[in-house]
């Protein structure tokens, strides 16, 4: 393990105040969606194979729901409103060369009836099958391979493929993590009663809608594209749904439309984050949450007339070891000149362990007297064709040890894509040791049971 971060609301996990309207709001919530009286933690992500930096944050909402005994639970919110595809997998593979590198497997069959970019929910849940292919790099990759397919099947009668996806990375968890009080889908959220009175407050106010939430986009222009302001027609922050399953901007007469009418409809981010926290007494975000949720806060105040509660963040950085992913390289090996620096002066072959060394007589004299030469001279053109003669017969005495360096060079190069592999945090967890998932789920337990007296 190399790192894992907690952090808690300013005023702790303590039920912070609400104004009546945010109280209001949260008690429908929680009503529409069934979730139990008492303390509710919460973390969502998108239905995909999960990598220990999001984990964390699924770890922490489950202690943090744990540390208040028979009153706390906790809620998986399922973003099945991003375009993603749940059965695929990140998998180490070999190559013919015998290197490893990183490639997506389908743990399913396409749908051909669907947008390669369809949303999570319109996808079917199915039984999943084992991609064709040899190439697994090692036997811990095909092992995880083959419990995560064993999941996928014991959860194929999950309404669609995301709560399917969701499901199976809880069960894969449930070392670290408690089984969830409800998996809620966002789309679920805008069926809410609550939602319901939001959704209709954009539709009444659609430019004011997205002026507003324009304006809050200056705090951070990249966490969202701007939303279409056209007067009535003006776009609203939320997703239409094509009947291949993928995703559309809409604006505000079609999104009643559709609303009345019945059609889903997939909220936004800053509305889904939004309505997870107003659900929730303690909710946990991942890094990116953090930054982009101050777009979010103050739309939600500015627009909506709701300040949200604060929420906390978790999050871990954990690499594989590099032998479970089939990874067998010499980390130590010996650093070589470039081969290009050196074709162009051989003379570094003598000096490539240290670069400090003066450079050599011949050439620098050489180069004084392209220098000193005028401009466009005959002279200059002469000293310059004397560089490129030295250098040329240089390479050529110095052919084989050029030639080594090439191969050496692309050596290295392969060496250093190797350690890169091993050391990239967003394998999925189960690629993991469980040793080390083991000892992050303890810092993450221990940070919060230095706040427990916030907990209770």
């Known amino acids: 393990m190399k790192s894992v971060e907690v952090h808690l609301p300013t005023e702790g996990a303590k039920e912070l105040s609400l104004s009546p309207l945010a109280s209001s709001l949260r008690s429908q919530l929680r009503d529409s969606l069934h979730i139990p009286a008492g303390f509710v933690a919460g973390a969502g992500h998108q239905p995909i194979a999960l990598h220990c930096g999001i984990l ?6 489950s202690s943090a729901a744990q540390a208040r005994t028979s009153a706390g639970c906790w809620v998986h919110f399922l973003s099945d409103q991003d375009v993603v595809d749940p059965f695929r997998m990140d998998l180490p593979v070999r190559e013919r060369n015998g290197n ?17 970019d369809a949303v999570p929910f319109a996808r079917p849940a199915q039984a999943p099958r084992r991609p064709d292919i040899e190439t697994i790099a090692s036997p811990t990759a095909s092992t995880a391979m083959d419990k995560v397919i064993e999941a996928l099947r014991d959860a194929c009668d999950s309404p669609n493929a995301g709560v399917q996806m969701a499901r199976t990375m809880m069960h894969s968890a449930k070392r670290w993590v408690n089984p969830p009080c409800a998996i809620v889908e966002s789309r679920s959220l805008l069926m809410c009663d609550a939602a319901q009175s939001i959704l209709h407050k954009m539709f009444a106010a659609p430019e004011q809608c997205a002026a507003v939430f324009n304006a809050a986009l200056k705090l951070d222009p990249r966490s969202a594209r701007p939303l279409r302001e056209n007067g009535s027609r003006s776009e609203v922050p939320v997703w239409g749904v094509r009947a291949d399953g993928s995703r559309e901007r809409i604006d505000a007469l079609e999104a009643r439309r559709r609303c009345e009418s019945g059609i889903p409809l ?5 509305l889904a984050s939004g309505l997870m926290r107003l659900t929730c007494d303690l909710f946990f975000h991942g890094t990116g949450g ?11 105040r500015d627009f909506l007339g709701i300040d949200l509660p604060e929420f906390g963040s978790a999050t871990a950085t954990i690499v594989p070891v590099a ?11 010996p650093q070589h000149a470039s081969w290009r620096e050196a074709w162009w002066d051989p003379t570094r072959l003598d000096r490539q362990h240290d670069s400090r060394t003066m450079i050599d007589p011949t050439r620098s004299g050489l180069l004084q007297r392209i220098a ?41 190069k392969s060496i250093r894509a190797q350690i890169a592999l091993a050391n990239d945090r967003t394998w999925p967890f189960v690629l993991m040791r469980e040793s080390a998932i083991d000892s992050m789920a303890k810092s993450i337990r221990d ?6 007296s916030e907990l209770r």
């Open 56 to 61: 964390a944050k699924f770890i922490a909402a």
């Open 100 to 116: 490893v590198r990183r490639t997506s497997l389908g743990l399913a069959l396409e749908q051909p009836q669907l947008a390669s």
């Open 266 to 270: 997939l909220p936004r981010a800053f």
């Open 290 to 300: 953090v930054r982009y949720e101050r777009v979010g806060d103050r739309w939600w």
């Open 323 to 333: 032998s479970d992913l089939g990874l067998d390289f010499d980390s130590h090996s």
């Open 372 to 412: 000193d030469a005028p401009r466009k001279s005959t002279s200059r053109r002469a000293a310059y064709q004397a560089l490129c003669d030295y250098i040329n017969a240089l390479r050529q005495s110095r052919s084989a040890e050029l030639s080594s360096l090439e191969i050496a060079e692309g050596e290295s």
């Open 447 to 452: 940070h919060l049971g230095q706040r427990s």
